[in-house]
DNA sequence: GATGAATGAGATTTCATTCAT
DNA sequence: AATGAATGAAATCTCATTCAT
């Protein structure tokens, strides 16, 4: 507990979130564990004593990521059953979640651009746990069959939703720049009810 | 066309393309000049003569994809001036370029994990040239002022149109295991229909 | 003899049995302290207190051995002065030695390979102390003074019996497949008697 | 052809060379790469570049031996049917080829240390091929059969005579000091007849 | 254009040893 | 006597790049 080298948190914690952000910034290929160590204010041997290698570190990033995740969709997300409360709440997620794990995107899109078999399964698993997507098709389908919505595809709906959603975070820079969006900030907020709006709209019987 | 090795294309190309190949599995870091020189079949120091530097050879490939995606765009994308027919071209184009190009999406979605300036940069400029992103919003615009479309952002509404199809290419192989499907070709035909309805749906004012 | 972490001997104690079982299997460069630490279930830091170097305890390790060694050679040595019931003790001696004191060979063959001073030294004080060779050599000599034996450099057939007893010790594995042997324990026991047999029978004047 | 680097040998030979140096002084695990290099005034990676890693230059330099040796076999052991004749040519022949292959001797002693696997397959097939256990034990057999020598068991008395011999070139620099010989030389000349003598008189039937 | 060999800098990993408690 | 964490030096191995031919 007394920190005997004046650093806050234990080594293995600090290790772990500097090794965050290295292969947020560089990939796993990219990052360097000399890097990490000197960040981190220790000497390189202790990564190996507290993760035995370079591979099983980069596992225990993606796995703080993914933990941290979990914890949100468990705690952030109640379900309404009113489909115009329960979307905007999605919304908010996912940028609260992105805003919590920055270092979680590149990560991300350089696992799907791998192949990514471990964060395959990694989500797999949450969205099963969770119940997310059941969760979300039932509710569509239930809205469909009170004749609330019109009779589409539900899956291809989610997806159409998740896409427009995480899409515009997956590639932020290049759409500002690409669009001319001046102010970011102000842009996220406003998407959230064009978003929700659209695909209400989108969706609703009439 | 000389053949005195036996292989056919001149060995710049072949080093290209298998360069295409190796930077899209692997990413720039993870890449590795003697292997791209044992698949290309040649030695090593051809690379050098030819491209100069691992990285020149990474830009040559960025190129060559932009190159064929510049001519995809000029050469597909018509204007027809009505969205119903206008929007599953859009989609259709997408669908074909990506399979022309299936070691695009990798090196795109790694670029755009490193900050990206170069894919930025030609992004920006391929928008600008191909007027992809005016004509789409001048499009939109001009429905909402003739009455035909709800007064939205277009920007907003275009993003979200881009987002729910490139985000399903881009994700492909996490969204067939979690969502299940079994038919991904099957899956791509309905998405077409499906999201341009939900789009038009969601746009179109009553 | 206190066993508050449930473990049988003192510490030191378990510390250099593992450590001649770690030496013998790997040898000096390839023991790990790491791994001794945790099979004798200790911390590794106590080995630098018990032995303050690996070098220390791989002394020990082989001070343990020719201690044991010399306890057999001043116990089982008898000196009868019948060469005939003589020499079968030695080969059963070496037999039972190699039996209690397994490690010991691959050291004792690695310090042979390495110019081993340390094991040089410590068999020279061995043979004075113990008058093994000494002995030896006036036994054969007086039988041939007496003209028992033909007159041969008592020396070389001392070494020639050392030989073909050890040898086969030494190279065990090797032998047992190069010459099909199929039962090691029975041909141990009729080594004895060939051993011993030629030896003498090469000797003995007639 | 042309030493361009004023060195003669071929890399990769010279590599072979120093190795075979490094592991007999120092053992597998004591060896070093970097010594290895610089010995050969090499860069450290062309030790990579010829033999992809530390262990199989290792098992190059064990080949390297045992080629050497087995040439040694089928060059220099001729088949004389009388065994005063032929007893010598063996002695001859192991001093001969331990002269020549001098780093072979702590190589072997250390195989022999750790279990050798490598090492015994070798054997194994270098005295199939070469026939020499056949070949020996036929003769003593056929002596035995023909009365000229007594009825022993002729594998016993081949790794007798074996051991013998190969027993003073394993433990030369211990022997010497235990049994106080001065000349290293003139003992081994010595050791040729006085053994061969032995052996002969141990088996001989009269 | 083409090759095999070579290089230098640096990457990951290991390991004996020590420190603080 | 005992521990978990820490260290520094060095070990093996890799890789982009260049040289000589």
Redesign the interface.
Known sequence: MSKKNGLDKNTAARILEVARDEFA??????ARVDRIASRAKINKAMIYYHYRSKEKLYHAVIQSHLNRIREFFETSLDTSPDPEAFLPQIVSFWDAMFQDRKGF???F??E?????QV??KA??QM?KESGF?KVLKQKIDAGIAAGQL?P??S??????????????F??L???N???E?PDEKE?KE??KK??V???????KA?
């Open positions: 910034k560089y990939g796993f290929d990219g995107i590149p990560i899109l350089r799907l651009a791998g192949g990514g964060m395959q989500f797999e969205m997507n019109r589409v595809n899956t291809q709906a989610i997806i159409s939703f998740i896409g427009m959603n995480l899409f515009y997956l590639t820079p290049i759409m720049t690409v669009w969006i842009f406003q998407r064009e978003v709006d659209l695909f209400l709209y989108g969706l009439r």
